[in-house]
């Protein structure tokens, strides 16, 4: 089994910039697909960034596009999310996430391992 602890969220003010981490427990298989979710109040689960564990593979959604920078270290099985220019709009829990299977990277009903998320709220 996966485990995913989640680390770095906050406060921050719009414009700034905020850098969350994961870092993953158990055996991460090379086609494993990794991605970042977010969740606001009232609203249902978003897609945010994926990346695949091996390979230069990765994608966004358009609201994020430009402004958010996933990544990992293999050795140190860890995902990044560099979030820079933040807008309220963001404001969220932000989730990591791993799948094993090869269902589409946007589709939170894809991915079988959640960390318990962290909450970013981004001031005006």
């Known amino acids: 089994q996966v485990q995913l602890v989640e680390s770095g969220g906050g406060l921050v003010q719009a414009g700034g910039s905020l850098r969350l981490s994961c870092v993953a427990s158990?055996?991460?298989?090379?086609?494993?697909?990794m991605a970042w979710f977010r969740q606001a109040p009232g609203k249902e689960r978003e897609f945010v960034a994926h990346?695949?564990?091996?390979?230069?593979?990765?994608s966004y959604a358009d609201s994020v596009k430009g402004r958010f920078t996933i990544s990992r270290d293999n050795a140190k099985k860890m995902v990044y999310l560099q979030m820079n220019s933040l807008k309220p709009e963001d404001t969220a829990v932000y989730y990591c996430?791993?799948?094993?299977?090869?269902?589409?990277?946007?589709?939170?009903?894809?991915?079988?391992?959640w960390g318990q998320g962290t909450q970013v709220t981004v001031s005006s």
């Open positions: 996430a791993v799948g094993r299977g090869s269902g589409g990277w946007d589709s939170p009903s894809n991915y079988e391992y």
């Open positions: 158990g055996r991460i298989l090379s086609w494993y697909k």
């Open positions: 990346i695949t564990w091996s390979g230069p593979t990765s």
